[in-house]
């Protein structure tokens, strides 16, 4: 009886072993599928000259019309432009003046590709032949540069359409900015269906063919405040007849900076920054209101939305103590909230894997947090995605200053990069998707 009963066991325990590595194929394994042709294919296309001389005139083209967010009309038009000559369909408008298009099969699985392509309101101060032409605007974070990248993807896409094995879905979105326009483009409806996104932003922090990413909190949530605190004015040779709201404000500062430093975990990196007071138009006179507003960062979804609701405890608690009221609004478009960016673990994996293949392993680097906040987060509040930041610093070319500088420049050797990994990794997606669908 014991040794059937031994059998018996080694049986169960070899067959338990089968069903756990089959369903932890199907739910953990996005190891993208590669062979060499299909590496060389990508690369190929993303580098073929006549692809990157027409991604640099589409970029070229957007970055001497540059549009603030939702007046992004003449942008819209050139991707229309374009996606037309391609043969992609597509939507519009979505969200005022954004595009969403559709390569592939037409049924599931949907992958989905980002691109933001709004400017900022800055006097360009880089000379070169195609220096913004409309004063006090400009495009100083690279967004041109997504769009025309986005676009080389599709013109890859589309010449592997009929190897994709779903759909990939092109989205490209107005007012990232403003950190508005991607909850935007989901209120329209452009995750339907999507099971996975990407998204891509151009650093100076690393050189042209280097990239980089982290699992987790990748990213900052930002949010902004605005107190008004009221009390009652009066002259300022007699305090005593007034209730007054400088000192209240005054109070709440020192207090909110005390968030920080006494009472959240060192290793939970957060910030509370004041950095505007108004109150009062005369030396002599007690004001009946003052306004202090400000800004607030942190990497976890947690921890991001308990410092709000702390900002927030304080201000009233030191209205209060110096007879005061205060009303608080966190939701103005001056300061809209954007949560954390934080990357999906296996999604960040598949990434890392496609990007070592285009970019190769010692130019794919694990990127630290950093306190700089993307819309891209609303899109993986939905879905499960990943955020990418491509390198593209040069001093060749003065690709060196940061975003939102006026003197901000982009390596244009970057772009095959973007247009490359962008493709490889909704082709690779829907291929190792349709695959892991053969699981139960």
Same mark, same amino acid.
């Given at each position: 009886?014991?040794?059937?009963?031994?059998?018996?066991?080694?049986?169960?325990?070899?067959?338990?072993?089968?069903?756990?590595?089959?369903?932890?194929?199907?739910?953990?394994?996005?190891?993208?599928?590669?062979? *060499? *042709?299909?590496?060389?294919? %990508?690369?190929?296309?993303?580098?073929?000259?006549?692809?990157?001389?027409?991604?640099?005139?589409?970029?070229?083209?957007?970055?001497?019309?540059?549009?603030?967010?939702?007046?992004?009309? +003449?942008?819209?038009?050139?991707?229309?432009? $374009?996606?037309?000559?391609?043969?992609?369909?597509?939507?519009?408008?979505?969200?005022?003046?954004?595009? =969403?298009?559709?390569?592939?099969?037409?049924?599931?699985?949907?992958?989905?590709?980002?691109?933001?392509?709004?400017?900022?309101?800055?006097?360009?101060?880089?000379?070169?032949?195609?220096?913004?032409?409309?004063? @006090?605007?400009?495009?100083?974070?690279?967004?041109?540069?997504?769009?025309?990248?986005?676009?080389?993807?599709?013109?890859?896409?589309?010449?592997?359409?009929? $190897?994709?094995?779903?759909?990939?879905?092109?989205?490209?979105?107005?007012?990232?900015?403003?950190?508005?326009?991607?909850?935007?483009?989901?209120?329209?409806?452009?995750?339907?269906?999507? $099971?996975?996104? !990407?998204?891509?932003?151009? =650093?100076?922090?690393?050189?042209?063919?280097?990239?980089?990413?982290?699992?987790? +909190?990748?990213?900052?949530?930002?949010?902004?405040?605005?107190?008004?605190?009221?009390?009652? @004015?009066?002259?300022?040779?007699?305090?005593?007849?007034?209730?007054?709201?400088?000192?209240?404000?005054?109070?709440?500062? %020192?207090?909110?900076?005390? %968030?920080?430093?006494?009472? %959240?975990?060192?290793?939970?990196?957060?910030?509370? *920054? =004041?950095?505007?007071?108004?109150? @009062?138009?005369?030396?002599?006179?007690?004001?009946?209101?003052?306004?202090?507003?400000?800004?607030?960062?942190?990497? *976890? #979804?947690?921890?991001?939305?308990?410092?709000?609701?702390?900002?927030? +405890?304080?201000?009233?608690?030191?209205?209060? =103590?110096?007879?005061?009221?205060?009303?608080?609004?966190?939701?103005?478009? +001056?300061?809209?909230?954007?949560?954390?960016?934080?990357?999906? #673990?296996?999604?960040?994996?598949?990434?890392?894997?496609?990007?070592?293949?285009?970019?190769?392993?010692?130019?794919?680097?694990?990127?630290?947090?950093?306190?700089?906040? $993307?819309?891209?987060?609303?899109?993986?509040?939905?879905?499960?995605?990943?955020?990418?930041?491509?390198?593209?610093?040069?001093?060749?070319?003065?690709?060196?200053?940061?975003?939102?500088?006026?003197?901000?420049?982009?390596?244009?050797?970057?772009?095959?990069?973007?247009?490359?990994?962008?493709?490889?990794?909704?082709?690779?997606?829907?291929?190792?998707?349709?695959?892991?669908?053969? !699981?139960?």
């Amino acid at each position: 009886m014991a040794v059937p009963g031994i059998f018996l066991f080694f049986v169960v325990l070899f067959l338990i072993s089968i069903a756990t590595s089959c369903c932890c194929s199907s739910l953990n394994s996005l190891t993208p599928y590669w062979n *060499s *042709s299909f590496k060389e294919q %990508i690369t190929g296309l993303a580098n073929d000259p006549n692809t990157v001389n027409w991604m640099k005139r589409i970029r070229r083209e957007i970055h001497e019309n540059p549009e603030l967010a939702f007046e992004e009309f +003449e942008t819209s038009a050139v991707i229309r432009r $374009e996606l037309d000559r391609l043969g992609v369909g597509y939507r519009w408008p979505v969200a005022g003046t954004g595009v =969403v298009a559709a390569i592939g099969s037409g049924s599931k699985p949907f992958v989905a590709l980002r691109a933001d392509m709004d400017a900022l309101p800055i006097q360009e101060m880089v000379e070169w032949e195609h220096k913004s032409k409309v004063d @006090g605007k400009m495009h100083a974070c690279g967004h041109d540069a997504h769009v025309a990248m986005l676009l080389g993807a599709a013109k890859i896409l589309q010449e592997m359409q009929d $190897e994709l094995q779903g759909t990939v879905v092109l989205i490209f979105q107005p007012a990232e900015e403003r950190g508005v326009g991607a909850k935007a483009m989901i209120q329209e409806g452009v995750l339907e269906n999507v $099971e996975s996104i !990407f998204g891509i932003h151009t =650093v100076h922090g690393y050189p042209t063919g280097t990239v980089a990413a982290r699992p987790g +909190e990748f990213l900052a949530g930002c949010g902004g405040f605005r107190a008004k605190v009221s009390g009652k @004015g009066g002259h300022a040779a007699i305090p005593q007849h007034s209730i007054d709201p400088i000192l209240a404000v005054s109070t709440s500062v %020192i207090s909110l900076q005390n %968030i920080v430093s006494r009472e %959240i975990d060192p290793l939970d990196s957060q910030v509370v *920054s =004041v950095a505007m007071i108004h109150g @009062g138009t005369a030396f002599n006179v007690i004001p009946d209101a003052a306004t202090i507003a400000g800004t607030f960062r942190a990497f *976890s #979804k947690k921890s991001f939305y308990a410092l709000r609701e702390r900002i927030e +405890e304080v201000i009233k608690a030191q209205a209060a =103590v110096h007879r005061c009221s205060a009303e608080i609004d966190f939701s103005g478009m +001056e300061q809209p909230t954007v949560p954390p960016t934080v990357n999906d #673990k296996r999604i960040y994996e598949h990434v890392r894997k496609v990007s070592m293949q285009i970019v190769g392993k010692e130019n794919t680097k694990t990127s630290p947090s950093y306190m700089g906040s $993307e819309d891209f987060a609303f899109y993986l509040d939905e879905v499960p995605g990943s955020f990418l930041l491509v390198g593209m610093r040069n001093e060749r070319t003065g690709s060196v200053y940061p975003p939102h500088s006026p003197y901000f420049n982009i390596d244009e050797d970057v772009l095959p990069v973007g247009a490359a990994i962008h493709a490889a990794f909704a082709h690779s997606y829907l291929s190792n998707s349709a695959k892991n669908s053969h !699981f139960p």
